[in-house]
């Protein structure tokens, strides 16, 4: 099975079970053998994959969209996911260069803490990718002010 393939097919695996395997399979209108196969890493499903809309009906009912967020990595795309407005805390350029100092700060200290063993662990780095998308928030804030500035 190629890179991609296996991991679409850990994304989609994660998907069914932030929904739920009954639930999923409700929704799906798939049997819990079926939603298996598409998440299988046996060579006999490798060419099995859940289909777009089973996919959308999962991700619009789980808590993060976990086979969209997969498929936009893997074609480089980078997805900012958030309940809330991006700059709903922004107050202008001023204070988005303070948040930016700050954002850098945080990463950097979590960086010296993670790499002192000379390893970074599974769980560091996602601490690491947290702060990463923190940052990126902040640049968007950034952006976004000073494109209203630029008028």
Do not use: W
């Not at 850098?104 to 599974?122: H, K, N, P, T, W």
């Amino acid at each position: 099975m190629s890179e991609a393939g296996s991991y679409l097919k850990k994304h989609t695996e994660a998907l069914v079970k932030d929904v739920g395997v009954e639930p999923a399979c409700v929704l799906t209108g798939k049997s819990k053998a079926t939603l298996g196969r598409y998440y299988s890493d046996a060579p006999e499903h490798a060419d099995r994959f859940m289909p777009v809309d089973a996919v959308a009906a999962l991700e619009a009912a789980s808590s993060y969209p976990h086979v969209t967020s997969a498929l936009a990595e893997l074609k480089g795309i980078t997805l900012s996911f958030e309940a809330t407005q991006r700059n709903a805390t922004s107050t202008g350029v001023n204070s988005d260069v303070i948040a930016l100092s700050q954002r850098f700060a945080v990463l950097m200290a979590e960086y010296q803490q993670s790499i002192e063993d000379g390893v970074i662990s599974v769980n560091e780095a996602k601490r690491l990718l947290r702060e990463t998308l923190a940052l990126q928030k902040v640049l968007i804030d950034m952006k976004l002010n000073l494109e209203a500035e630029a008028g």
